[in-house]
């Protein structure tokens, strides 16, 4: 372990099997740039926490000259807090960032031809697409849903965004504090869907406890992008309306709008006739 003291400040850094030079070098850069109460490297990465007499500018400059810093050979992420330990940024030194969280295009099932990407097409318009939801899911405590839109017009649209939702409550109401938050390694991409043709964006979060708040989501409002008018829709599982445990404060991971996914149901089966309800007892 190697322990640098400073005046009023201190560097660790504690090898787990020998040193790595460039990281030792890391955290010296950071004890000469003065305002660091503490810079550390562990498992989690670089860790720096401003010091009280920090000057305004600390928290941009650090993040400019950490995306600036030449990157090591592995990823390593870097997390910088307030004096009082409040988390101000989070990133990746050099902004080399581990290979999951790089977007690239979504993989598509083996038996799904992919639609051609530079096709001609508008943007879609009011009136183009038709929304539907499909089934809840879940395993290992994660669940999952998909919104599917179809092309309904006489010709082909595009899309090149995430579905806007928002979650409502049994009284009408929008669910407080939820984070839509897009799926890091999906590549944000133009779909030009054929007329009657059907594209899908997936949810993505974890079990929430209704038993400490039972106040559930009953109803999402969803529009296909910013602008459009949004249309109210009842989740249901197996033809029967049903409840998700998305409440207050819930962070769900969301897919842009793709021509298919890999695991998923095929978008168009969404859209057709279904078998009767079988009544519960």
Known sequence: ????????????????NRTDI????????????????????????????LGNEAPAEAEKETRLWLERHGPFGEPMPYKLASP??????????????????????VVLPDKVKSWPANQPAPLCAEGDLEIALGAPDAAA???????????IS???????????????????DAQPDIELQPE????????????????????DWNAMSTSQDPDETVALVIAAAK??????????????????DILDGAQIAQSPWVQAR??????GDAFKPQPPATPRP
């Open 227 to 244: 602008g459009m008018k949004p249309v109210q829709l009842a989740p249901q599982y197996d033809g029967q309306p049903t409840s998700l």
């Open 154 to 172: 006489a010709r082909s649209c595009a899309l090149q965004s995430y579905p806007q939702i928002d979650f409502l409550n049994e009284a009408g």
């Open 262 to 267: 890999d695991g998923w149901a095929i978008p």
């Open 184 to 203: 890091p390694d999906i590549l944000l991409e133009r779909v030009a869907i054929p007329s009657g043709e059907a594209v899908i964006s997936t949810l």
């Open 141 to 151: 405590g994660s669940r999952y849903m998909a919104v599917y839109a179809k092309n």
């Open 1 to 16: 372990p190697t322990d640098l003291a400073l005046a009023y400040r201190s560097v660790r850094y504690s090898p787990a």
């Open 22 to 49: 460039p990281e030792l070098q890391l955290l010296i850069e950071a004890a000469k740039r003065g305002f660091f109460e503490s810079a550390s490297i562990d498992h989690s990465g670089l860790n720096l926490v």
């Open 84 to 105: 009082r330990y409040e988390v101000l940024a989070e990133g990746w030194v050099g902004n080399k960032k581990p290979q999951w969280l790089i977007p690239k295009p």
